[in-house]
């Protein structure tokens, strides 16, 4: 049996990840008032805690369920259809509960936006993409990025906006990083201000969100992975100030908060 660095046989860490997270899906279940969600500021309304029940699945429900949800977007390309499954059969048992989980609720999503614009639900534009985005979500359990998993699952269904390199995007963020991306306004929305002309900014660079805001904030390692992914800009405050920037999400940002968002 392969062992993690640690000593750790991998079918034990994943059983050990199994039971925690099933305890602390029963303690939310249990403890907490229906409905009681964490607030995602926008992506999606609530990324409520991942339900008890969806780990208590037998293998063979896990399979029918899979390859029903999986049979509509898959009927064109036969081929596509035997390499999801033969990556869903190579899932642990609590990757397949999280993955049909995450695929179930994207499909719900992306026939929602289906309806609303009188279209019929799309077969993934890049399968390969698809299948990844897959694999990410069944291996997610932190409830804000797994929601984000399942909106860009679901938007790869319904949308043409839904670009490939965004699951390599995702698969860096952190919970902190999509915090902070939905906070900020776009560059039309953040006042008068000036080109800033730092090339590089980073720590020592404090920031506000729009001209009129008096809360400054400090930079982070989330404004740096941001800026990073061309996700957020800088402008400067007239007159010119190097010591406080305003910091706005861009074009791309948007485009890609767009596709993490709950679509219908």
């Known amino acids: 049996m392969p062992r993690t660095p640690s000593g750790v046989c991998e079918f034990h860490k994943y059983e050990l990840a199994f039971i925690l997270l099933r305890r602390h899906c029963q303690l939310t279940m ?72 995450a695929l179930e609720e994207a499909i719900a999503r992306a026939n929602r936006r289906c309806e609303k614009a009188k279209i019929g639900l799309k077969s993934p534009a890049h399968p390969k993409t698809f299948v990844r985005t897959i694999e990410e979500a069944s291996r997610e359990t932190n409830p804000i990025l797994h929601e984000m998993w399942t909106n860009l699952l679901s938007s790869q269904l319904s949308s043409e906006a839904s670009h490939p390199h965004f699951v390599e995007v995702l698969s860096h963020f952190s919970p902190a990083d999509a915090k902070l991306l939905v906070s900020l306004y776009p560059e039309s929305e953040i006042g008068k201000h000036n080109t800033y002309i730092a090339i590089n900014p980073g720590f020592g660079v404090a920031w506000v969100r729009r001209n009129s805001d008096a809360e400054i904030h400090p930079w982070t390692t989330s404004c740096d992975m941001l800026y990073e992914f061309r996700f957020i800009h800088v402008a400067a405050e007239p007159p010119v100030n190097r010591n406080v920037a305003i910091l706005y999400r861009t074009h791309l940002g948007s485009e890609f908060l767009a596709t993490v968002r709950d679509p219908s």
Do not use: C, H, W
């Open 30 to 101: 249990d403890e907490l008032p229906k409905n009681n969600g964490l607030d995602l500021v926008g992506i999606g309304k609530v990324a409520e805690a991942i339900p008890k029940a969806v780990f208590e699945r037998s293998a063979e429900t896990l399979l029918t369920t899979f390859e029903k949800l999986t049979a509509p977007i898959t009927e064109s390309t036969s081929g596509f259809g035997r390499y999801l499954r033969q990556k869903f059969n190579n899932m642990v048992e609590v990757e397949k509960a999280l993955a049909t989980y």
